[in-house]
């Protein structure tokens, strides 16, 4: 499974880091995944926040490039989003995502971040 932390209530302008961990079945794969966050506003469709290949290549939506980091630790297995300058918009439900053969998902933290 994978378990998502790190989420919380934030003022604009602040910072919170997302960790998102592997265990069980999923550790064996996990290296061989791209990896990425998602994120889901009330009345949104789910959207991609950012994502990192097996090679270490990025990929950034534009309205977080500049403010969001995506890292992993695969001796870990766990995946980060480090979120700077959070502004309202960032607020949503965050996801992390494992796509392979087999798509993984968490089951979601909270980002609240009020003006």
């Known amino acids: 499974q994978l378990v998502e932390s790190g989420g919380g209530s934030v003022q604009a302008g602040g910072s919170l880091r997302l960790s998102c961990k592997a265990s069980?079945?999923?550790?064996?794969?996990?290296?061989?995944?791209?990896k990425g966050w998602y994120r889901q506003a009330p009345g949104k469709q789910r959207e991609l926040v950012a994502e990192?290949?097996?090679?270490?290549?990025?990929n950034y939506a534009d309205s977080v490039k500049g403010r969001f980091a995506i890292s992993r630790d695969n001796s870990r297995k766990t995946v980060y989003l480090q979120m700077n300058n959070l502004k309202p918009e960032d607020t949503a439900v965050y996801y992390c995502?494992?796509?392979?053969?087999?798509?993984?998902w968490g089951q979601g933290t909270q980002v609240t971040v009020s003006s």
């Open positions: 995502n494992l796509r392979g053969d087999t798509d993984y």
């Open positions: 069980g079945m999923i550790t064996s794969v996990f290296w061989g995944t791209i």
């Open positions: 990192i290949t097996t090679s270490g290549g990025t």
